[in-house]
Antibody, heavy 116, light 111 residues
């Protein structure tokens, strides 16, 4: 059973860079043909896809966030990461990592608050 | 890119059945989608992958009460014998070569 766990600072100051890591257990991040994604959810709102990285390392990003997002993978640690630059209060949300496929898997989510 | 449309809310009585709809945008009616359940205060949970043919593959532990079907651009999630724990937000999701897309979600209330 694949499990995903997000980690990172819960509080980020405006204009700084948000950095999160997703640790994958129960399977190798470099095996199979899967997309590993970041999704976020502001309080009381729906899910917003941020971007994804393929097993090969290629990436796709939500056009509305593309200029500020970088997703990378560290296969030696079985992790993939999110960096979101120049954050504002509008980036406050619960951030989830997930894997596609049949079945798909979700992490438990981590709340990131942008505030001075 | 595809767009997914869901009703914002639905309600049904305990023990009854409900059918939630997710509609694919024009030109994308053949797309495969996935359904996810998000109970209050919890992370989303994968329910199933649903093809345009109506064939579906459920995740481990998803009760038999959950089933999927399709008609044209519409993808359905049917929940039978509704339980109180089925009260949740339900999201459909699809993808193409460049993006993942989520529907706006349907809030299901069990009366």
């Amino acid at each position: 059973q694949v499990q995903l766990q997000e980690s990172g600072p819960g509080l980020v100051k405006p204009s700084q860079t948000l950095s999160l890591t997703c640790t994958v257990s129960g399977g190798s991040i470099s095996s199979g043909s899967y997309y590993w994604s970041w999704i976020r959810q502001p309080a009381g709102k729906g899910l917003e896809w941020i971007g994804r990285i393929y097993t090969s390392g290629s990436t796709n990003y939500n056009p509305s966030l593309k200029s500020r997002v970088t997703i990378s993978v560290d296969t030696s640690k079985n992790q993939f990461s999110l960096k979101l630059s120049s954050v504002t209060a509008a980036d406050t949300a619960v951030y989830y990592c997930a894997r596609d496929g049949t079945p798909g898997y979700w992490g438990q989510g981590t709340l990131v608050t942008v505030s001075s | 890119q595809p767009v997914l449309t869901q009703s914002s809310s639905a309600s049904a009585s305990l023990g009854s059945s409900v059918k939630l709809t997710c509609t694919l945008s024009s030109g994308h009616s053949s797309y495969i989608i996935a359904w996810h359940q998000q109970q209050p205060g919890k992370a989303p949970r994968y329910l199933m992958k649903l093809e345009g043919s109506g064939s579906y593959n459920k995740g481990s532990g998803v009760p038999d009460r959950f089933s999927g079907s399709s008609s044209g651009a519409d993808r359905y999630l049917t929940i039978s014998n509704l339980q109180s724990e089925d009260e949740a937000d339900y999201y459909c999701e699809t993808w193409d070569s460049n993006t993942w897309v989520f529907g706006g979600g349907t809030k299901l209330t069990v009366l």
